[in-house]
C-alpha cells in the first residue's frame, strides 16, 4: 500500500511539471490554450471544436470543446468545456462485461443498446484558459454508454492521444486528469450515488432521461492550490496563473 500511495503522489508531481510545462510552452509564444482547437475561427455557441471532434481511434480517445448560452453552463467563471470519451471498441478499453451489466441493471439502465462510445469527464475552462471545474453528465446529454466509475477511472488512467488533436491540448488533458486524479475519483463516485439513488426513488422518468438533470456531479479545482499542495515552486506555480489575452 505504502509503496503504491509513493508512485501515486510521484505520477502526480509528473503530471504537475507536465502541466506547468504546457502553459509555459503557451507563455512564450504569447497563445492561448484553445489555439490549436478553435484553430482560428470565432467560437460559436454549442458547435463542437473540432466539428467531429479529434478521435484517436489507435488509443481509442477523443474530445471536442464547446461553450454554452452564458444561461446554460456549469456556474463559475465558465467560457466553456471539453467533453473526454473512450471508444469502446478500442483494444485498451475492453470491459469487465459482467461488472458493468450488474452496474447498469443498478442505475435502471440494463436494457439500454451498448454504445461504442463512453462518455468520462468534463473540464470546465475560464475565458483565460485555465481548468476551474470538472463535472460528469447524465446520458441524455450525450446519448453514450454509462460506465461505472471504477470502469471510467481505469480508463482515464490511460488517457493518451497520438494520431489526433492538438498535441499541446493533449499533453494537458493527460497533465490535468493525472494532477487532479483523487478529485476525479471522488467525482466519479459522487456521480455513481446519485445515480443509484436515481434508480431507487420513485420518478416520473428515469433520472438517466430526465432532461432537467444535465450535471450529475461537479467539483471545482484551483490548479495553483493543488500545486502548491504538491510542492511546486512558487515562480512555477505562477504559470497556471497566466493572463493571456485573445
Given at each position: 500500500m505504502q509503496r503504491q500511495e509513493v508512485s501515486g503522489a510521484a505520477a502526480q508531481r509528473g503530471a504537475a511539471r507536465q502541466l506547468l510545462g504546457c502553459y509555459a510552452a503557451l507563455a512564450a509564444d504569447a497563445a492561448h490554450l484553445l489555439d490549436g482547437v478553435v484553430?482560428?475561427?470565432?467560437?460559436?455557441?454549442?458547435?463542437?471544436?473540432?466539428?467531429?471532434?479529434?478521435?484517436?481511434?489507435e488509443t481509442g480517445y477523443q474530445y471536442f470543446y464547446h461553450?454554452?448560452?452564458?444561461?446554460?453552463?456549469?456556474?463559475?467563471?465558465?467560457?466553456?468545456?471539453?467533453?473526454?470519451?473512450?471508444?469502446?471498441?478500442?483494444?485498451?478499453?475492453?470491459?469487465?462485461?459482467?461488472?458493468?451489466?450488474?452496474?447498469?441493471?443498478l442505475i435502471g439502465a440494463g436494457a439500454r443498446p451498448r454504445h461504442a462510445l463512453a462518455h468520462l469527464l468534463a473540464v470546465a475552462l475560464t475565458p483565460k484558459g485555465v481548468p476551474s471545474a470538472l463535472f460528469t453528465v447524465n446520458q441524455w446529454v450525450t446519448g453514450d454508454r454509462v460506465l461505472s466509475a471504477r470502469a471510467v477511472v481505469r480508463a482515464l488512467a490511460g488517457f493518451e492521444m497520438r494520431s489526433a488533436g492538438d498535441p499541446l491540448v493533449n499533453r494537458w488533458l493527460a497533465a490535468l486528469i493525472g494532477l487532479f486524479r483523487?478529485?476525479?475519483?471522488?467525482?466519479?463516485?459522487?456521480?455513481?450515488?446519485?445515480?443509484?439513488?436515481?434508480?431507487?426513488?420513485?420518478?416520473?422518468?428515469?433520472?438517466?432521461?430526465?432532461?432537467?438533470?444535465?450535471?450529475?456531479?461537479?467539483?471545482?479545482?484551483?490548479?495553483?492550490?493543488?500545486?502548491?499542495?504538491?510542492?511546486?515552486?512558487?515562480?512555477?506555480r505562477a504559470q497556471v496563473r497566466l493572463r493571456i489575452s485573445r
Open positions: 484553430q482560428g475561427r470565432p467560437l460559436v455557441q454549442w458547435e463542437h471544436y473540432p466539428a467531429d471532434d479529434f478521435i484517436d481511434r461553450c454554452h448560452a452564458p444561461g446554460a453552463r456549469t456556474g463559475g467563471p465558465e467560457h466553456g468545456h471539453f467533453h473526454v470519451f473512450a471508444r469502446l471498441d478500442a483494444d485498451r478499453h475492453r470491459l469487465d462485461e459482467r461488472s458493468e451489466a450488474d452496474f447498469l441493471a483523487s478529485q476525479i475519483a471522488r467525482l466519479l463516485a459522487a456521480r455513481d450515488r446519485r445515480l443509484l439513488a436515481g434508480a431507487r426513488a420513485p420518478r416520473r422518468e428515469p433520472l438517466l432521461e430526465d432532461r432537467a438533470i444535465e450535471v450529475l456531479s461537479s467539483v471545482a479545482i484551483d490548479a495553483d492550490r493543488q500545486l502548491r499542495a504538491l510542492g511546486q515552486g512558487r515562480a512555477a
